[in-house]
């Protein structure tokens, strides 16, 4: 199946996005609608009988999810763990470095909160925590982090693409920098995940469930951790899969597995994985690539006209790299929740986001089986 049969031809659309037959959905960047070969992968794990043998459908489910999300990120299957939702492997690193008093972490104070608390928490352990200070909402360039880090930065955690700027982070040239300082570099890649290219080569940790873009299930992710750094991260948790127990037998001392597994303390989310494993099926089957070029095509008119019909678009401009499949805009006074619930009786699915200061935003994230006609019935009703 490629990118141009599914915008052609509208039944094989709509069976493979139910969504569509009822709703013109522009929440990707929220919580996403299952495909229906992400769905019936899920069924047949649950009521088909594959789970008569539980142990030989996790091993082959998870070599085949660790391969696959591998191939996604361009690293290799030991190095990707299946931990879940992005908070808990995001806590994961926090929690699991060996921070001394006195060391710094940079952050963005205005990235979604799962970027955030963990490292705020490393306060408690006298690690400085450093907010970074940029000029625009979510719009983080290289020179901005190049001025904020020092001799005892030990680590800068941002996400990948801000949630409500739309701005995509350039992680590449971000983490070749501070790889060169000797700075660890922990990426949020949730909003780009599946719908733009995310390699690690200049990346240590990497930390996405696959909500989103993925169009996987919830609680589902992918984890990251450069192979060289799995010895130095130490998981807050322990169980029966990540320590070792020879025969299932408790030893005397702790010792943690190695590679992957290390960071999955206990028995897999079994269905989950298996929305998980089709997803990124699903994502690698169209290319990525394809997929990004179809989002910058649709943003590339969307967004002039917006600012036809006399709104503000938030990273309105950016340089392709900087562009992605978010697009917020406001008016300064307009009633937006109110523009938001029309749109929502309309079968319209977008997104009412709000900042620090207050101010409302509509998020449309389309994706790349929305049709042009469907965000021309939606700039209608806006």
């Not at 408690?124 to 880090?149: A, C, W």
């Not at 992680?171 to 390699?199: S, V």
């Amino acid at each position: 199946m490629t990118l141009t049969e599914i915008l052609a031809n509208e039944e094989l659309r709509q069976h493979e996005f139910p969504v569509v037959k009822n709703k013109i959905f522009l929440g990707h960047a929220g919580v996403c609608p299952l495909p229906r070969r992400v769905a019936q992968a899920m069924i047949d794990c649950a009521t088909g009988g594959t789970l008569g043998d539980q142990e030989t459908f996790v091993m082959q489910q998870l070599t085949a999810a660790r391969r696959a999300g591998a191939q996604l990120l361009n690293c290799q299957p030991d190095e990707v763990s299946l931990v879940g939702p992005t908070s808990l492997a995001l806590s994961f690193v926090a929690a699991g470095l060996n921070f001394r008093k006195g060391d710094n972490i940079l952050i963005y104070h205005d990235d979604y909160p799962s970027n955030v608390y963990p490292w705020m928490a490393l306060a408690e352990k006298g690690v400085k925590v450093r907010l970074m200070n940029i000029r625009h909402l979510g719009v983080i360039r290289k020179v901005d982090v190049m001025g904020q880090v020092d001799e005892d930065t030990k680590l800068v955690a941002l996400a990948s693409n801000h949630f409500i700027s739309g701005h995509r982070l350039e992680h590449d040239a971000i983490g070749q920098f501070l790889r060169e300082r000797n700075i660890l570099f922990c990426l949020d890649a949730i909003q780009t995940l599946g719908a733009f290219p995310t390699t690690v080569e200049n990346v240590d940790f990497l930390a996405a469930d696959s909500h989103k873009w993925l169009l996987g299930p919830c609680g589902a992710g992918l984890f990251y951790v450069k192979k060289d750094l799995q010895e130095k991260l130490n998981p807050p948790v322990y169980g029966w899969h990540n320590v070792r127990n020879p025969n299932f037998v408790a030893q005397e001392k702790i010792e943690f597995r190695s590679g992957a597994a290390k960071f999955e303390a206990g028995t897999h989310n079994l269905v989950g994985l298996a929305g998980l494993l089709a997803a990124m099926e699903l994502a690698l089957e169209i290319g990525v690539g394809n997929i990004a070029a179809e989002l910058l095509r649709k943003r590339a008119w969307l967004v002039p006209a917006l600012q036809t019909k006399g709104y503000t678009v938030l990273n309105a401009e950016p340089k392709p790299e900087n562009a992605s499949g978010i697009t917020s805009f406001f008016t300064p006074g307009k009633d937006l929740a109110a523009l938001n619930q029309k749109l929502a009786e309309a079968d319209v699915v977008a997104s009412l986001r709000t900042d620090r200061k207050g101010q409302n935003y509509i998020r449309l994230s389309p994706y790349f089986y929305n049709t042009d006609a469907e965000l021309h019935r939606v700039l209608d009703l806006l």
